[in-house]
Each structure stands twice: as structure tokens, then as C-alpha cells.
């Protein structure tokens, strides 16, 4: 069946720098979404992918669809304390309408 | 107040009792999920349902029944809890279209 892996699972940066996880997916996805996490939260909606290549930006997180539609990535640029949390990417596979959530990468951000 | 709710928040029970979930929401979503997360694997699905009589298997049925009473209502049973079941659960929801997804504050359980 469909499976929907990240890396890393885990990442610990410094306040300022940059932090990236990857979603790869067993199968050609038709769309993928991203959500985060806070400690002790629930996930949270941030975007949502649908075009072969697309990237899409929000304030400093950018967002990108691989151009065979089975990878994507999420990259924060210079990271506050307040990202802190686990960031979860969920693909649709193209012949269903459920997404599968992949593994979580958490992100802690040092002061 | 919340969109989707979840009762109970938490619940320690001992193996072999029989458990329900509940899930409630006022977003009017026709779409409805059951998830578990676990440290390390993510969120997985339980069950799905696009409508009240539309009842799928997710990814880890076994063990796991549900019923969709309303359209806002989906709860989540356990028949017989056993201590591999402990683990954080969360409702979620979506519309038709298949967009975000609206997830519950979630149940955190642990079997005994």
C-alpha cells in the first residue's frame, strides 16, 4: 500500500537558522498537504500542493511539490522558537480520496 | 467553541474493557476521520467516512469498530482494549472537495 516517509524524524537547530524536511511517497501523489503540530496540540492546516513543481511561500516557510508528484519539502528560513513542533506532510494517492500522513518530523528550536 | 470536539480528552482503562470515543462537529463536513498517532509513526488511519452511510477501513482497522450516527457524529470503539491500543487518537474532518483537514483537540488512552 501507499506509504509516506520523512526525513528527518527529528532536528534541533539554533534561533536564526534554517531547517528542512522531505516527504517522499511510494506512489505518484495527486495532491499533498502539510500541517504542524504544536507540543501537546493537535495538527494544523498550512498548505496545500497540487501542481507538478509548484512552490508555494507563507511569510518564511516555502513549500515545494517535486515535478513527479512523489516528493515534497518544507524549508523554514532563519527558524524563531515558536516553530517549535512536529510538521506532518499527507499525500492523496491518486486513486483514492483518503491521504496517508507521514512519519512527522519534530523540530525543536534552541534560544 | 471548538469545531470538533472529542470525549473523553483522556481515559485509562484496563485490558479487555470495551471503550467508545466519541467525535462531535459543528462544521457541517460530510467528511469524517479516525486517527492514532504514535511516537515515531505519525498518524495513521483508523477509519474514514464520506457520508453517514459510508463506512471505510483505514490503514489499521483490526481491532477497531466505528459508527457514524450524524453527519456531525463518529465515534470510535474499542470491543476488547488491549495495552498496544494506548496511544493518542484524533477525530478530524473535511468537506466534499477533500481539502483540509479540521482536526479534534484528541483522546489520549492508555490500556492497562
Known amino acids: 500500500g501507499q506509504q509516506v516517509m520523512q526525513i528527518p524524524q527529528y532536528q534541533h537547530v539554533q534561533e536564526g537558522e534554517d531547517f528542512t524536511t522531505y516527504c517522499n511517497s511510494s506512489t505518484t501523489l495527486s495532491n499533498i498537504q502539510w500541517y504542524k503540530q504544536r507540543p501537546g496540540g493537535h495538527p494544523v492546516f498550512l498548505i496545500q500542493l497540487v501542481k507538478s513543481g509548484e512552490v508555494k511561500k507563507q511569510k518564511r516557510l516555502t513549500f515545494q511539490f517535486g515535478e513527479a508528484k512523489k516528493n515534497s519539502s518544507l524549508h523554514i528560513t532563519a527558524t524563531q522558537t515558536t516553530d517549535v513542533g512536529t510538521y506532518f506532510c499527507?499525500?492523496?494517492?491518486?486513486?483514492?480520496?483518503?491521504?496517508?500522513f507521514g512519519t512527522g518530523t519534530r523540530l525543536k528550536v534552541l534560544a | 467553541d471548538a469545531d470538533v470536539t472529542q470525549t473523553p480528552r483522556n481515559r485509562i482503562t484496563k485490558t479487555g474493557k470495551r471503550i467508545m470515543l466519541e467525535c462531535s462537529q459543528t462544521k457541517g463536513h460530510d467528511r469524517m476521520y479516525w486517527y492514532r498517532q504514535d511516537p515515531g509513526l505519525g498518524l495513521r488511519l483508523i477509519y474514514y467516512s464520506f457520508d453517514v452511510k459510508d463506512i471505510n477501513k483505514g490503514e489499521i482497522s483490526d481491532g477497531y469498530s466505528v459508527s457514524r450516527q450524524a453527519q456531525a457524529k463518529f465515534s470510535l470503539s474499542l470491543e476488547s482494549a488491549i495495552p498496544n491500543q494506548t496511544a493518542l487518537y484524533f477525530c478530524a474532518t473535511s468537506d466534499v472537495r477533500g481539502g483540509e483537514s479540521f482536526f479534534g483537540p484528541g483522546t489520549r488512552l492508555t490500556v492497562l
Open positions: 499527507a499525500g492523496r494517492d491518486s486513486g483514492t480520496y483518503k491521504y496517508i
